[in-house]
């Protein structure tokens, strides 16, 4: 059974962790990857999350992807199918002592031009303690969510971190040009401004997508929190406000006022319980909840993503496994899963493509399973 939508077509690694050369095929279907710890499961989702920008799923350095007594660096290459657009060739790549480089369609490109194909949402095992782990965790889900809808929001985060970095700099100097200050307080501001402005709106479109969920999985009520003062909404103001605030984070050696200081909370909705109060069992359900919802919205949008789920199954009990399975034929993804049991996605049957990976001779193989 072949797909017409929007889906990664085929997938090429070279160097990559434990797999040397791999070539994949798929039709647009759910991907059901299965084998031993260990066998390299993982990195075939971690490469497809290099198909985003950013630094993938495991957030690894480049050099740390590189497979290891290969010293050549590191190629994924990706043909996404993008109707009715002609196929588009992504190619990601990392040679030792350069920066990883994008092509796009053999031409070089940045990795915010990612953002404009098909989005890439992931959920892997170390997101479990997103709701008790610090709030830089957070953001990063929140921003992700952002990035999937508008996808000039990369260029802005970009910007913002420059700027911060740039007056951090002056600020542990204890520089006296305020000149100097005012130009990148009025860069901070302005570029921050369009990264809260994308947060929020990921925030409406987050929870208008629960709203339409089934009763599987909780709906969790989200909210930007800050420890301090929330930065203005207007840039003017958020650059007034950075000037007063000059001596104070002059003292701290680094900016406290922004969108970078922000922190996301959840709330279980229907019992009221913050997440990081909930169990184990909840918070991931909470997790899956709002990776769905994503989903849903950019399905809607007509911009169906790459759903990567690394070992989610094994989380779930058997009716929020079956919920999970049935939302994303219903929505058409085209999601990659991964399990150590063949039978934790046996019931996706005919549904998903089914593919077993393996290690041999030190390298992993995959095959169909």
């Known amino acids: 059974m072949s797909r017409e939508g929007a889906h990664l077509a085929a997938l090429a690694l070279s160097q ?53 007594g290969q010293g050549d660096g590191w190629k994924v290459v990706g043909t996404l199918v993008m109707p009715p657009d002609p196929g588009r060739e992504v190619e990601t790549f990392w040679a030792p002592g350069e920066a990883r480089g994008v092509r796009i369609d053999g031409k070089a490109a940045s990795q915010p031009d990612l953002a404009r194909l098909l989005p890439v949402l992931w959920l892997v095992p170390a997101m479990d303690r997103l709701w008790t782990d610090a709030a830089e965790g957070r953001r990063r889900f929140l921003d992700r969510a952002a990035l999937s809808f508008e996808p000039a929001h990369a260029e802005a985060s970009l910007l913002y971190e420059k700027a911060m970095r740039e007056r951090n700099r002056l600020l542990k100097e204890q520089s006296r ?47 930007l929190t800050f420890p301090e003062e929330a930065p203005p909404e207007a840039e003017d103001a958020f650059a007034e406000a950075l000037g007063r605030g000059r001596w104070r984070d002059m003292a701290a050696g680094r900016s406290l006022l922004g969108p970078h200081r922000a922190d996301l909370d959840a709330t279980w909705e229907a019992k009221g319980v913050p997440a990081r109060d909930c169990s184990t069992g909840e918070q991931k359900a909470l997790l899956v909840s709002l990776i769905l919802a994503n989903a849903r919205a950019l399905s809607e949008d007509g911009r169906p993503p790459l ?25 058409g993804l ?23 990976v393996r290690e041999e001779g030190g390298a992993s193989v995959v095959e169909p399973a």
């Open 334 to 356: 085209q999601a990659f899963m991964t399990a150590t049991e063949p039978a934790l996605l046996a019931p996706l049957g005919g549904r998903a493509q089914h593919l077993g």
């Open 307 to 331: 759903l990567l789920l690394d070992e989610v199954a094994a989380h779930l009990d058997p009716a929020r496994r079956e919920a999970l399975f049935d939302e994303v034929a219903a929505l």
């Open 16 to 68: 990559v962790r434990s797999h040397g050369r791999a070539r994949l095929a798929f039709d647009g279907r759910p991907v059901a990857i299965t084998g031993p710890n260990g066998s390299g499961k993982t990195t075939l989702l971690e490469a497809v999350s290099y198909l985003s920008p950013g630094r993938g799923l495991r957030r690894a350095a480049a050099e740390e992807v590189a497979r290891r």
């Open 177 to 223: 040009d305020g000149r100097w200050f005012a130009a990148l307080e009025r860069q901070m501001a302005e570029a921050g401004a369009r990264v809260a402005r994308a947060r929020a709106a990921a925030l409406l479109r987050l929870h208008g997508a629960q709203a339409q969920a089934g009763g599987a999985f909780p709906a969790a009520t989200l909210a």
